[in-house]
């Protein structure tokens, strides 16, 4: 089955500044690959996705890049808030939907 | 809409104990999953379905087992729980297995 691995497991970064999370997926047949978004206590949240068909997509502060060649994709988040604090998860989908081990981002004001 | 529902929010079992976690959603979903979430680990899938009458194993299948006689719901059995069941679980449903998964608000289970 489907394998994917994130890192980092935490990221702290100052306000204002950029985060990157990544991932590696292992079944080359994925074609769908979101992200969600996980506030403590909560249920997750997708926040953006992107299909093997495209290479990048953006909402606002947020974008995510796809490499098919090398099977890994990216979070970016730019001008970081404190509401972004919280755990981020990605999870690549071919007839089921595999999650990374999550990644907490801590921003400090 | 209710979106998807999950009960009971909490339960303590004790070892060898069985119960079942319901899921039920209103979307018409013929995509539904259970996944466990532990400390550093994410989300693991557990069993999932593609359609009424229709289930398949994920990652951690063990101790668990799962129905789907209607497309609303799907219900997850622990035949003998275990400590090692202690976890938070969500159930998600979606269109298919490649689209976005909405998620319940998950049930805490402690098994003692």
């Known amino acids: 089955g489907e394998n994917v691995e994130q890192h980092p497991s935490t990221l702290s970064v100052q306000e204002g500044d950029s985060a990157v999370i990544k991932c590696t997926y292992s079944d080359s047949a994925s074609n769908y690959f979101p992200w969600y978004k996980q506030e403590l206590g909560k249920r997750p949240q997708l926040i953006i996705d992107i299909r093997s068909n495209v290479g990048e997509k953006k909402d606002q502060r947020i974008a995510v890049t796809l490499n098919k060649t090398a099977k890994h994709f990216s979070l970016h988040i730019t001008e970081t808030q404190p509401e972004d604090s919280a755990v981020y998860f990605c999870a690549a989908s071919h007839d089921d939907m595999r999650f990374g081990a999550g990644t907490r981002l801590t921003v400090k004001p | 809409n209710a979106g998807v529902t999950q009960t009971p929010k909490f339960q303590v079992l004790k070892t060898g104990q069985s119960m079942t976690l319901q899921c039920a959603q209103d979307?018409?979903?013929?995509?539904m999953s259970w996944y466990r979430q532990d400390p550093g680990m994410g989300l693991r899938l557990i069993h999932y379905s593609v359609g009424a009458g229709i289930t398949d194993q994920g990652e951690v299948p063990n101790g668990y087992n799962v129905s789907r006689s209607t497309t609303e719901d799907f219900p997850l059995r622990l035949l003998s729980a275990a400590p090692s069941q202690t976890s938070v679980y969500f159930c998600?449903?979606?269109?298919?297995?490649?689209?976005?998964?909405?998620f319940g608000p998950g049930t805490r289970l402690l098994v003692l």
């Open positions: 998600a449903s979606s269109s298919s297995g490649r689209e976005t998964q909405y």
């Open positions: 979307m018409n979903h013929e995509y």
